[in-house]
């Protein structure tokens, strides 16, 4: 049996890592191209905030600074794929190390296999982890903020109180959806530790939160920062004018995709109470002995902002991971508690049927990695450097970035300001371009509105009227002015 379970761990572990390789070569989108931009924008000097009258091109801001100076690093790059290519690592690194550590702490490696298949086989925790977003750097300090308190030793373990605080803090001005972190934390330590320990821990985040915020706040103007990452987000209309349907449609999606995770740690707590009857009235000895009901309870704290952040207008799944991904995490914690023939069985069990589902996925591995390269960045950014100043890609600022290193406005920030009912006029907009631009370019197969007065970009350019096929730019939209030359 045993020799059986480790060549299933191992198989698992090739399968796991050609569905990581695989993933690192999916096409990159204007999302990444947005989050990488502004900490470009940034770094080469333009304000990533803005306030109401905006006197530079304007970028995709609804964030807090550090979910975009995360990536910073991967722009020592020099093209917008190699950058991208290697913000997923970055990406990857913030979502995987949690349960990595936990994992190396607790001698179960087999946790991140089986962590590993879950991400992979529910769609926003593949969605949140794998791209270049705001999404990995939060959940990886949100869960290493846990983590640290997993293994708190007694009232005076002054360290990992420190470390959980200082991640807690930089979860939140990662992105501000992880706020409920620092309190559901504080109760936990409360009801685990006694008050003494949760007391403690509210000083370091008040020092830490106190010193994390100035930076900030010094580095970026206060006022900017509630317009961008409270104001605008909280004024983005829902997706049903009606809330409870709204809610109702997205608390359905979200309950199909939190059977996977749910499931198993809820069974192993029913089976452990049935075993063991009164072990469910000592429940603070629970707390204190077990490392998984952190997680399950920071998931449960987590749900209505994470069923917030899809109802509202251009919402995705990727919003359901800042509670699936803790739940993800406390189910395999309670699988591998403890190192009886009952759970390893299970964890076997779990691992052979998502490596049944999940491995002929890897067939069209080869076909993926031909599609990589060249990408819809790649050829925007060789089109500027043939033609500097000549296009203006709105879906990808990034490529402009490095072709010439001029910023032009980011669609995306146009339309999350005309959402929240701050449109920029067309005074400023013209006023903020760099150079007037021949043509404008978007890729194949991009949202175009039946009207320009409805497109967040060609409202400003009504005279662009002239659809063109460009050679370098196969299948591309791309408009002109009446009377230009191709």
């Known amino acids: ?67 975009y100076l995360a990536y910073a690093p991967s722009l020592a790059f020099q093209t917008p794929t190699t950058a991208v290519f290697a913000g997923r690592f970055f990406a990857m690194f913030y979502y995987f190390t949690p349960i990595l550590f936990i994992s190396w702490r ?9 962590f590993g298949f879950i991400v992979f086989y529910c769609l926003p925790l593949l969605e949140a982890g794998f791209a270049v977003n705001v999404d990995a750097p939060a959940l990886g300090f949100g869960a290493m903020a846990c983590a640290f308190l997993c293994f708190i030793q007694d009232e005076n373990d002054r360290r990992n109180l420190f470390f959980s605080a200082a991640c807690a803090m930089l979860s939140v001005w990662c992105k501000q959806v992880m706020l409920p972190i620092p309190f559901v934390l504080t109760a936990w330590l409360f009801l685990a530790e006694g008050r003494r320990t949760a007391y403690r821990y509210l000083l370091f985040l008040a020092l830490l939160g106190s010193a994390v915020s100035s930076f900030f706040i010094f580095l970026f103007h206060p006022q900017e920062l509630f317009l961008n990452l409270l104001y605008m987000p909280g004024h983005h209309p829902w997706i049903d004018p009606n809330p409870l349907k709204a809610l109702s449609i997205t608390f359905k999606i979200f309950a199909d995709y939190a059977a996977l995770p749910l499931i198993p740690v809820l069974a192993c707590f029913f089976l452990e109470i049935a075993e063991n009857p009164e072990a469910g009235t000592n429940w603070r000895k629970r707390l204190k002995t077990q490392r998984w009901p952190i997680f399950f309870v920071t998931g449960l704290a987590m749900i209505p902002l994470s069923l917030l952040g899809r109802v509202k207008a ?156 460009v050679e370098e730019l196969p299948g591309w939209v791309i408009y002109e002015k009446y009377g230009n030359k191709n």
């Open 1 to 67: 049996m045993k020799k059986l379970l480790s060549l299933l761990f191992s198989i698992s572990a090739l399968v796991l890592f050609g569905l990581f390789a695989k993933k690192l070569f999916d096409i990159p989108t204007q999302w990444h191209n947005s989050i990488l931009a502004g900490s470009l924008a940034w770094m080469k000097g333009y304000p990533l905030y803005q306030g109401l009258h905006i006197t530079h091109p304007v970028l995709s801001s609804i964030y807090p600074p550090l979910g």
């Open 106 to 114: 607790g001698r179960r490696f087999y946790s991140l296999l089986i």
């Open 314 to 469: 251009g919402g995705a799944h990727n919003t359901f991971s800042y509670s699936l991904y803790f739940f993800a995490i406390s189910s395999v914690l309670a699988v591998t508690a403890k190192n009886d023939a009952f759970r390893k069985s299970l964890a076997a069990s779990i691992l052979l049927v998502l490596l049944a589902l999940k491995t002929p996925s890897l067939l069209n591995f080869p076909e993926q990695v031909r599609g990589f390269y060249p990408n819809e960045m790649s050829r925007a950014y060789h089109y500027l450097k043939r033609h500097p100043k000549e296009a203006y890609f709105p879906l990808h600022p990034l490529s402009s970035l490095m072709a010439d290193g001029t910023l032009m406005p980011v669609q995306a920030g146009l339309n999350e300001r005309k959402m929240a009912g701050i449109p920029v006029s067309d005074e400023e907009f013209h006023a903020t371009l760099p150079y007037r631009p021949k043509r404008i370019c978007f890729p194949p197969g991009s949202e175009q509105a039946k009207t320009f007065s409805e497109h967040p970009v060609m409202k400003y350019f009504p005279d662009y009227t002239n659809e063109v096929k």
